[in-house]
Structures are given as structure tokens and as C-alpha cells.
């Protein structure tokens, strides 16, 4: 046994599972990645991470850091190397009610925080699924339910505690290492593992909530008009569009418009959502009051063999029509991928671009493309794929982290434009000098 393992023995506390385990099936993949690890970790407690951290560095391993497990990249496991799964990390603590700071693990899932907030009329603008994990989505973004009104989910972190390619754990906030607070929203996993987040939660009612659906051929109005209309829009309104969706007809499948409103006045509700109903010829429209928590899908795990491969690019104001003309013609294609519109703007655009690492706040769109299927079928519709983009590229700029199944050089250049890059490298040459945390969107050392 070599030193490191027998160090890691000694100092761990928590599950350490090998190949041949009775857990290790279950436990070597992530949600959407297979991955033959040779060590699956799973901390109890800070030390732990700790003691999981030095053990990666010191056998010279590949090291996965795993929070919710649902990276389209697959970055939450690896072939040979150490996954550090901090699903047992999954504490929601209110720690000041009156100002509504919750401390939550590294390893939560937006479903368990939904859960713990909901008795305290509290939630935290997130995702869209309860599977999916606090500390991925965070550290790349967050593109809720809320953002419109309450930004990125990274926004509203207040504090954080990192424990960094050395095994120290360290503090980051506006006060204290405030690079490394400053890198960790937007910058992904590389500056080392958030064993614990603080947010800021806000207070939540009811939502109205649900989707409009309109016919495949009124594709291009209603897709101009809802970008026109939520330009202007209440910020307690957010919403995101799909079509082409494939198993709901590809070409023929509707437009349909979710909505998600931040209130449980039916008046103001109303007032927000009609003008979207006043899109086109609605097919179908199931909005209802429901509590904020039910908003979020359950998530699960595709079938084995089954690839989500997701392409995402941002659009500017100006853009928006030509991008939304392209897509309305892309869909018609029997060969078009599954293609979602999120809004953005509202409190997104109001945070200063160099207040976090993440960039691409005055985006009013984001558009993310997904081939869905077994390996070949997401292969061989690649040349297509290619086409469209091609075609969107004039007009669109970037990618969000989180929409990507791939981590090349050229994504890291468009989820980071040069000068966010550059001070990202500064921060990971102090924190990550020999990039241990090389597993995501990586950000080399300067
Ligand atoms: C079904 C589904 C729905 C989604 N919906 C949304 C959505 O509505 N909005 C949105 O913005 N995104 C959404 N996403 C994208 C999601 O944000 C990313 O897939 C994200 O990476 C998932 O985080 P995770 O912790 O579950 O993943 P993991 O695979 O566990 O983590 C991904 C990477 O993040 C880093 N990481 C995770 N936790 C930590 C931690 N505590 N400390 C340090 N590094 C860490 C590591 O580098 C890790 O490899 C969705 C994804 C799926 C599959």
C-alpha cells in the first residue's frame, strides 16, 4: 500500500470505496458520465475533504470533484483516478433569520434546499431541477426560476469556505480572500472545493407557474414577441421557451412558453403573463399557483448509453432578431436539435461586469441547443449541429459553463473573454499552482 493510501487510511473519516466495493457500481458514475475511478471518496466532514484533497496531490491521481453529479461534461467522475463526492456535505442551516443567511454543504442538492427553505417562506433563485447540485451550478452561474428578479444563484452568495489544492481550508468573502471569492463565482471548480456555501435566501410565496403552448408554424412571431415582450417586462417574470423538442414531434413540436411568476397575486400574475398568451393561437396553457419548490423537476438518470450533449451561446440585444430568425428556420429542419431560450436581464445586468468572474452579464438571452441519444445518433448529427452554429455565430457571443458537454480550449475561451481569464489565472497560480482542480472548464495557472 502506498504512503499516501495508508495516510489517507489514517485521517479519513468518511466512505472510501474501490472497484470490486459492494457501492462502487453505483457510486464510479455520475449522472450523465460512466467512469471507472480508482477511489471513490465520500467526506464526512471538512477534515475529510481535507484528508481526500492531500491524497489526490500526493499519488500524483486525476482528482473529480462531485456535488450533485449532473456535469453534461462529466466532469463529477474519471477513469483511474480519485472522486471526491461530497453528497454527504448536505446541511441547509439558517444561520440569521432576520437577514435571511443560509449555510449550505458543498454536496446539497437545490431540491433539498427548496425543501429546508420552504417551512421558513424562503428560497434561492437556482435551477430549474431538484437533482441538481448546489456547488456546480453555482460556481458557473445559476439561471433559475428567480434570476430575472434575483439574479445568478451566484449572486447571492455571501460567503464561502474553499479548501484549496493544499488541504487548507480557507475562507472567501468580500472580507477575507476576496479574489477567491471573486474567482468562485464564475470561475467553476478551480480554485478548490466549496465545502460550504452562504447565501443570501429572499423570501418566497406561491408562484405562478406553469407553460402557454402555440403551434410549431407560428414559431417565428411568437418567439420575436416574447423576446420583445420581456425586454420590458416585470422582473417578478421569468421565462424560458422550447421547441423542436424531439419527443414531442421534433419540426411539429409546439412552442412552448414556461413562465415562471415571482407572486401569488392572480391580478398581477395575470397582468405579467396575458401579453404571452396574446402571442399567437395558445394550444394549451396549464399556469397555476403552486409552491416555489414544485417548480423544480425532479431530474433523474437517463438510460444507459443515453448522451445529452448541450451547445450554449449568449445573445446581445441588438442580435436577438437575426438569432431568433435563424432558430425559427433551424427548427423547421427534420434535423434540428431540441432548442431552449432562457431569459436574462433584470438583476443579472445590474451587477458590475468585473464584480464576479462570471461575464456575460448584459447577455438578454441565453440559447442552448441539445442533441439528445445513444452515441452514434449524437454523433452523426454533429455536421448539422455545426451548420446552425455556424450560422448563429455573428450573432451570438460566449457560452454558459453549464450548457456545455465539452471543455476545449475554445469553450474555456468563451465561457472566460481574455481579461476574465487573465485574472482567473492570477487567482488559480495562488490557490491551485499545480492545477490539481483540472477536472472543469480549466483555467490554467499564469
Ligand atoms: C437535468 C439538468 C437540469 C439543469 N438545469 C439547470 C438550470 O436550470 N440552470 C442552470 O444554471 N444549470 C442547469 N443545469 C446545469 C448544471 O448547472 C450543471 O450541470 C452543473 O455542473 C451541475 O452541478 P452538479 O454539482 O450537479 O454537478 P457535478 O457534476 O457534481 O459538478 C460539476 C463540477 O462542478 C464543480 N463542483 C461541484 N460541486 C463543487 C463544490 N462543492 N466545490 C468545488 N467544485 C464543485 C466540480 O468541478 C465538478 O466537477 C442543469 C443540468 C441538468 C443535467
Same mark, same amino acid.
Given at each position: +500500500?502506498?504512503?499516501?493510501?495508508?495516510?489517507?487510511?489514517?485521517?479519513?473519516?468518511?466512505?472510501?470505496?474501490?472497484?470490486?466495493?459492494?457501492?462502487?457500481?453505483?457510486?464510479?458514475?455520475?449522472?450523465?458520465? !460512466?467512469?471507472?475511478?480508482?477511489?471513490?471518496?465520500?467526506?464526512?466532514?471538512?477534515?475529510?475533504?481535507?484528508?481526500?484533497?492531500? *491524497?489526490?496531490?500526493?499519488?500524483?491521481?486525476?482528482?473529480?470533484?462531485?456535488? @450533485?453529479?449532473?456535469?453534461?461534461?462529466?466532469?463529477?467522475?474519471?477513469?483511474?483516478?480519485?472522486?471526491?463526492?461530497?453528497?454527504?456535505?448536505?446541511?441547509?442551516?439558517?444561520?440569521?433569520?432576520?437577514?435571511?443567511?443560509?449555510?449550505?454543504?458543498?454536496?446539497?442538492? $437545490?431540491?433539498?434546499?427548496?425543501?429546508?427553505?420552504?417551512?421558513?417562506?424562503?428560497?434561492?433563485?437556482?435551477?430549474?431541477?431538484?437533482?441538481? %447540485?448546489? %456547488?456546480?451550478?453555482?460556481?458557473?452561474?445559476?439561471?433559475? $426560476?428567480?434570476?430575472?428578479?434575483?439574479?445568478?444563484?451566484?449572486?447571492?452568495?455571501?460567503?464561502?469556505?474553499?479548501?484549496?489544492? @493544499?488541504?487548507?481550508? /480557507?475562507?472567501?468573502?468580500?472580507?477575507?480572500?476576496?479574489?477567491?471569492? $471573486?474567482?468562485?463565482?464564475?470561475?467553476?471548480?478551480?480554485? @478548490?472545493?466549496?465545502?460550504?456555501?452562504?447565501?443570501?435566501?429572499?423570501?418566497?410565496?406561491?408562484?405562478? *407557474?406553469?407553460?402557454?403552448?402555440?403551434?410549431?408554424?407560428?414559431?417565428?412571431? /411568437?418567439?420575436?414577441?416574447?423576446?420583445?415582450?420581456?425586454?420590458?417586462?416585470?422582473?417578478?417574470?421569468?421565462?424560458?421557451?422550447?421547441?423542436?423538442? !424531439?419527443?414531442?414531434?421534433?419540426?411539429?413540436?409546439?412552442?412552448?412558453?414556461?413562465?415562471?411568476?415571482?407572486?401569488?397575486?392572480?391580478?398581477?400574475?395575470?397582468?405579467?403573463?396575458?401579453?404571452?398568451?396574446?402571442?399567437?393561437?395558445?394550444?394549451?396553457?396549464?399556469?397555476?399557483?403552486?409552491?416555489?419548490?414544485?417548480?423544480?423537476?425532479?431530474? %433523474?438518470?437517463?438510460?444507459?448509453?443515453?448522451?445529452?450533449?448541450?451547445?450554449?451561446?449568449?445573445?446581445?440585444?441588438?442580435?436577438?432578431?437575426?438569432?431568433?430568425?435563424?432558430?425559427?428556420?433551424?427548427?423547421?429542419?427534420?434535423?434540428?436539435?431540441?432548442?431552449?431560450?432562457?431569459?436574462?436581464?433584470?438583476?443579472?445586468?445590474?451587477?458590475?461586469?468585473?464584480?464576479?468572474?462570471?461575464?456575460?452579464?448584459?447577455?438578454?438571452? +441565453?440559447?442552448?441547443?441539445?442533441?439528445?441519444? !445513444?452515441?452514434?445518433?449524437?454523433?452523426?448529427?454533429?455536421?448539422?449541429?455545426?451548420?446552425? $452554429?455556424?450560422?448563429?455565430?455573428?450573432?451570438?457571443?460566449?457560452?454558459?459553463?453549464?450548457?456545455?458537454?465539452?471543455?476545449?480550449?475554445?469553450?474555456?475561451?468563451?465561457?472566460?473573454?481574455?481579461?476574465?481569464?487573465?485574472?482567473?489565472?492570477?487567482?488559480?497560480?495562488?490557490?491551485?499552482?499545480?492545477?490539481?482542480?483540472?477536472?472543469?472548464?480549466?483555467?490554467?495557472?499564469?
Amino acid at each position: +500500500m502506498s504512503s499516501a493510501l495508508v495516510t489517507l487510511r489514517r485521517d479519513f473519516g468518511g466512505d472510501i470505496i474501490e472497484p470490486g466495493g459492494a457501492e462502487y457500481e453505483s457510486a464510479r458514475r455520475s449522472v450523465l458520465a !460512466p467512469g471507472t475511478p480508482a477511489y471513490v471518496l465520500r467526506p464526512q466532514s471538512v477534515g475529510d475533504v481535507q484528508a481526500g484533497v492531500r *491524497f489526490a496531490a500526493s499519488a500524483g491521481l486525476l482528482l473529480s470533484v462531485r456535488g @450533485g453529479g449532473h456535469s453534461f461534461a462529466g466532469f463529477g467522475t474519471n477513469d483511474g483516478g480519485v472522486v471526491i463526492d461530497l453528497g454527504k456535505l448536505a446541511t441547509v442551516e439558517i444561520i440569521d433569520k432576520e437577514r435571511h443567511l443560509v449555510r449550505i454543504g458543498g454536496g446539497a442538492t $437545490w431540491g433539498q434546499v427548496a425543501a429546508a427553505l420552504a417551512p421558513h417562506g424562503l428560497a434561492i433563485s437556482s435551477g430549474d431541477t431538484k437533482s441538481v %447540485g448546489v %456547488g456546480g451550478l453555482t460556481l458557473a452561474g445559476g439561471i433559475g $426560476w428567480k434570476v430575472r428578479k434575483y439574479g445568478l444563484a451566484l449572486d447571492n452568495v455571501t460567503a464561502a469556505q474553499v479548501v484549496t489544492a @493544499g488541504g487548507e481550508a /480557507v475562507p472567501a468573502s468580500a472580507e477575507e480572500n476576496p479574489e477567491l471569492f $471573486w474567482a468562485i463565482r464564475g470561475g467553476g471548480g478551480n480554485f @478548490g472545493i466549496v465545502t460550504a456555501f452562504e447565501f443570501a435566501a429572499h423570501p418566497t410565496t406561491d408562484v405562478f *407557474f406553469g407553460k402557454i403552448a402555440f403551434p410549431a408554424a407560428e414559431a417565428a412571431t /411568437v418567439l420575436q414577441g416574447w423576446a420583445d415582450y420581456l425586454r420590458a417586462a416585470p422582473e417578478e417574470l421569468t421565462s424560458i421557451v422550447v421547441f423542436a423538442n !424531439p419527443f414531442a414531434g421534433g419540426p411539429d413540436a409546439p412552442v412552448e412558453i414556461y413562465v415562471a411568476f415571482d407572486g401569488d397575486d392572480p391580478e398581477l400574475a395575470a397582468q405579467a403573463i396575458d401579453p404571452i398568451r396574446r402571442l399567437g393561437t395558445v394550444t394549451g396553457d396549464d399556469v397555476a399557483l403552486q409552491p416555489y419548490g414544485d417548480t423544480l423537476e425532479d431530474g %433523474g438518470t437517463p438510460p444507459p448509453g443515453i448522451q445529452f450533449a448541450p451547445r450554449s451561446a449568449f445573445a446581445d440585444k441588438e442580435s436577438v432578431p437575426e438569432v431568433l430568425q435563424i432558430l425559427a428556420e433551424v427548427r423547421a429542419s427534420e434535423r434540428s436539435p431540441f432548442i431552449a431560450i432562457r431569459s436574462l436581464g433584470g438583476a443579472v445586468s445590474r451587477v458590475p461586469g468585473d464584480a464576479t468572474a462570471y461575464a456575460h452579464r448584459q447577455a438578454e438571452l +441565453m440559447i442552448v441547443t441539445t442533441a439528445v441519444g !445513444p452515441k452514434p445518433v449524437v454523433e452523426a448529427a454533429r455536421p448539422a449541429l455545426d451548420a446552425i $452554429w455556424a450560422r448563429l455565430a455573428p450573432h451570438v457571443n460566449g457560452a454558459y459553463a453549464n450548457f456545455l458537454a465539452s471543455a476545449t480550449e475554445e469553450d474555456v475561451a468563451a465561457i472566460y473573454p481574455a481579461q476574465t481569464h487573465k485574472r482567473l489565472a492570477a487567482v488559480k497560480r495562488q490557490y491551485d499552482p499545480g492545477n490539481l482542480f483540472a477536472r472543469n472548464h480549466n483555467v490554467r495557472p499564469r
